[in-house]
Structure formats: C-alpha cells, structure tokens
C-alpha cells in the first residue's frame, strides 16, 4: 500500500514512510494543534484578567515561542535511549499543565493576586519548554524508521504547522460553541494525553516503563475528566474571589466575557473582560444622559439608531417617546442581546425593552434583511375598532458596527452610540475619522449623535481626541459630563452635522429646556444645562492628532490613561 501511496502522491509525506512515521506524523499533528491552542488559551485568559490584549497576546505567545527554542536546545542533552519513553511522558506533562493552566490562573489572581504574574509565566514557559522537548525528539525517534534528514525534519515541521492551522481554526470557530475557555483547555489536555497513550500501546515494545507510564496516564486521564466535568463549578468559585459581591452569572462568547453580579442590598453589576460596565444602583444616571439630551436637540424622533447598547438599557429610554417609530439596534454579541432579553436581571434593569423583538443575527459581512418586529401596546381607547396601537419597529442586528455603519441605508434623526471604551485595538477602530464620516452620511440634515467618551479626569486625553477626531469628520460636537458614582466622572459628547448646527446653537438649545418630554429618574433640564460646563483648564491639551485605524491613537492613550 505504501509503494501505492508513493507513486500517487510522491510528494507527501507517504513517501518512503512507514506505519511508526504515520503514528509520529500524526502525534505531531494532534501537537501542533494543542500547542498553538494552548497559546491562545492562556493570552485569553490573561487578557481576560489584566486587560490590554494585544499586550498579553503578544507576551504570552513571544515567550511560549521563546522557550520552545530553549527546549529544543535542551533536548540534545537527553541521550538516546526510551526516547518513546521520554516523548509519552512530555505529552502527559503538556497535557496536564495546558489542561489546569487557566483555572489555575483564575485561582491565582483571586488568591493570591501579588504572585500572579510567577504563576502565569511558570506555566507560559513550563508548556512552551515542554513542546520545545517534543519536536526534536519526535524527530529523533523518527530517525530509526526514516533516515533521510531533509525527509524526516521536513514532514515532522510540515505537520506541526498544518496542525498549528486546525487548532487555530478550531479553537477560533469550533471550540467556542460548545465549552468555555476553562472546558476547552481540558479537552485539550485529555488530547495529549489520548496522544501519550496511543503511543504507549502502538510502540509498547520500544517503551521500558510500560506500567509505570501506563498508570500515570490512567491517573491523569481520569483527573482531566474530573476537572472537564468540574470545570464550571471551579470557575464560578475562582470568579467569585475576583468579585467582591456574588457571581451569579458567567459566561466566556465568541466575543468577550460577561459576568453578573448580585450584591446583598440586590443590586446587579456587569462586567465585561472585567471592566464594569453598569451598576443597577447608578446606571440611570449614565443612561439618562446618554439618550437624552439627544431627544432635546433632535428636531425629529422618528428613526433612532443605537450602536452598542445590546443591554437593552439606552433603548430603555428611548422608547420612553412616542414619536419614535423606528429603532435599529447594532450590537456585535448576541449572547449580549440574548441575554438582555432573556435574563430576568436585565428584564427588571430594562424595562422588558427587548422583550418582543427578534433578534437577527448576521455571520457575514453583507447585510441582509431581517425579519422586523413590531412592539404594539393596547389602546383601550379604541379597542373596539382594533386591538392593538403600533408603536415601534425595533431591528436587532448583531454585526460589528463599524462594517453596519459603512453598508447600511437610510438615514437616521438620532444615533446614539454606547460602545465600550477603547481599551483594545478594535474598539479604537470605532473612535476613528473613518467612522465618524459614515456616522455623518447616515445622520439626517437635522440629525443628532451622542457618544459616551470614557472620562474627561481620569482619561482626558482621550476624552479629547473622541472630541477631536469627531470634529475632522465634518461634525459639531460639545462635551459634557457628569459623576456616575461606580464609573467616576464620566463623558459624554453629542452634535449634528456642520452645515446644520453650530456650538452656539446647540448650547442655546440646551440652555432654554426648561422640561423633558418624558419622565426620567435622575436627569432634570437644570442637571443637563450644568453639565455642559467645564472647570478652567480641563479641557485644555497640546495634543491636536486625531484618532485613526492605522494610528490606534484612542488605544493607546487609553492604556497610558489608565495604566493597564
């Protein structure tokens, strides 16, 4: 069969191989693809705990790459004799680091928080040490069986980097759908070690330590298994030391991690990557504020568009006008809108706001047309003729907002936009020039936009170039603030086209409401109008760049600003 195989395909890796080179060829297969997930896994889990993604990823993956050379160094120093041995106990090892490295770091930063960082990198170059070990001596083994270097070395490298390809795509498309971060690290520990005991039982005669090697890959089989099946109830316990009231909810989504808390006066926090992202005590200040001021200055209410806000708390207050006929909501996570419709935490929060919408979700970067859904309230005034009053079409889209904004048609009287700060590269994008030109086409002659701007004390230099970099799009914009008590002083910038508004005629309009249109818990005409003042200086800056995609200057400020 293998002389077949060779004269079909001479140049794959059939070529000249025999039954123990396939095994080894596809053991590093299986290799390549855990040691590259491995990777991922921990910078994710490391991102999710410190913040500043780029930073860790890039870390975590150089140093992991790092030692692998070292490991491959180091091998040359083991002699030739149980290389089988060797090779099945490295996999277990790998396994059994890879497979608790994630746990083991959310234990760490909630136990032990000032030791955090020798816990990390104690299984960052443990893994990559050990997967340095491995290559060579796959190689070496090999050796026996093919001794043509450039055909050994080369089929061994070609599967460990077409490996390294499956397990990026896996753990990228596949992995996500089905177990958290923590579960998906077991299952690729219990791989490796299916590895270590293919291995053991096909070249069983070349292993000296048969029993020996064989019981310990029983043992830490079954603890992989214990700690796949246990993996929930761990995190929930290790996230629990992170949070100071009681975690009720978690949950790792193809885009970030959300987790709820429940304080014992029974107030609810979100947190996503562990930022906060609204308290239930205070979110109506931020909310208020964020909508609207937006509703005073737009001449018309009709189409309203909410980028973010997949929380459903903004559209909370938006519904609160009755000339608004349509809301188009773009936040890029259903699991988000799933779980503000669904999650009786957020019904309560949000007043049921998204409770009879469907959702459409979007997996590709074309827009289609979804199914809309009309929210109808009854009108006992005139039930008789009909039952049911049309107030609002509400659209969910959850695509990235910047792609939504650049393909989207129509124009909209008001676009509120409630993305989280830009504490990663990706989140830069969306404060960028580029964005704010499409955020122009779409707004209507009259049309108003808001834009929370993370703080103008703590950050605000980047409180600034959001203002700045808005202005370069062909926009007016004027800041204001207010203190949202588990946020801090917090921003805001809101504005209209230039060749409709100018800063005076914002500002006058501000200042002659003298009532809202609707019932609000916090926000009075008074408390909006102080809002738009500034202390001497505080909005002063020598900066004058702007925020663009190939810059990722609002990103960068951000990790200075706050120190991640």
């Not at 505080?538 to 760049?545: G, H």
């Amino acid at each position: 069969m293998n002389s077949f195989l060779a004269h079909q395909f001479p140049f794959t890796l059939f070529r000249k191989t025999t039954r123990e080179s396939i095994v080894l060829y596809l053991s590093m297969f299986i290799m390549g693809a855990c040691g590259l997930a491995y990777e991922y896994t921990l910078s994710k889990v490391a991102s999710d705990i410190l913040g500043n993604s780029v930073r860790q990823w890039a870390i975590i993956i150089g140093i992991m790459m790092f030692f692998m050379g070292v490991g491959s160094d180091v091998q040359k120093y083991f002699s030739n004799t149980n290389l089988v041995d060797k090779f099945i106990l490295f996999e277990i090892l790998i396994g059994l680091l890879g497979a608790f490295g994630p746990i083991a770091l959310l234990v760490s930063y909630g136990s032990i928080p000032s030791h955090y960082v020798l816990v990390q990198y104690f299984f960052v170059t443990s893994i990559g040490l050990i997967i340095g070990f491995e290559i060579p001596i796959i190689t070496r083994i090999n050796e026996t069986y093919i001794q043509e270097l450039k055909l050994n070395l080369g089929n061994v490298l070609k599967m460990d980097y077409i490996g390294a390809l499956v397990g990026s795509l896996l753990w990228i498309f596949l992995l996500p759908r089905f177990f958290t971060i923590v579960e998906t690290a077991f299952v690729l520990g219990i791989l490796n070690v299916l590895v270590a005991l293919f291995t053991l039982i096909f070249f069983r005669k070349l292993v000296m330590y048969r029993k020996s090697l064989a019981l310990l890959t029983f043992i830490v089989t079954a603890a992989l298994f214990v700690g796949l099946f246990s993996s929930a109830r761990w995190t929930i316990h290790a996230e629990q030391q992170l949070f100071r009231d009681r975690v009720i909810f978690s949950k790792t989504t193809t885009f970030q991690h959300i987790v709820l808390t429940e304080s014992r006066a029974g107030d609810i926090a979100c947190y996503i990557n562990g930022q906060l992202q609204f308290h239930s005590a205070d979110e109506f200040i931020y909310h208020e504020n964020l909508v609207h001021p937006a509703f005073v200055l737009a001449p018309y209410h009709q189409k309203v568009l909410i980028l973010g806000g997949g929380d459903g708390l903004a559209l909370r207050e938006v519904l609160k006008y009755d000339r608004v006929e349509s809301v188009t909501i773009c936040d890029i996570d259903p699991a988000m809108t799933t779980l503000a419709k669904e999650n009786e935490h957020f019904q309560r929060l949000n007043g049921n706001s998204l409770a009879d919408s469907r959702i459409t979700i979007l997996k590709n970067n074309a827009l289609t047309p979804g199914e809309e859904t009309v929210l109808a309230i009854e009108d006992q005034r005139q039930r008789i003729i009909r039952d049911f009053e049309v107030v609002t079409t509400i659209n969910i889209i959850n695509l990235d907002a910047a792609k939504f904004i650049e393909q989207i048609s129509g124009l909209y009287d008001i676009i509120i936009i409630d993305f989280p700060d830009p504490n990663n590269p990706d989140l830069s994008k969306l404060y960028s020039d580029m964005f704010y030109h499409n955020i122009r086409k779409k707004l209507t002659a009259d049309g108003i936009f808001i834009q929370q701007s993370t703080s103008p004390v703590h950050a605000r230099e980047v409180f600034l170039l959001i203002g700045r970099t808005i202005k370069s799009a062909g926009l007016v914009a004027l800041p204001f603030h207010d203190n949202v008590p588990s946020f801090g002083e917090w921003g805001w910038w809101i504005g209209g086209r230039s060749d409709r508004w100018s800063p005076e005629t914002i500002r006058n309009k501000i200042r002659s409401t003298t009532s809202f249109e609707v019932a609000t818990q916090y926000l009075t005409p008074a408390v909006m109008n102080a809002a738009f003042e500034f202390g001497l200086n505080q909005l002063q800056s020598d900066n004058t760049s702007i925020n663009t995609i190939t810059n990722g200057l609002a990103f960068s400020l951000y990790v200075k600003a706050w120190n991640i």
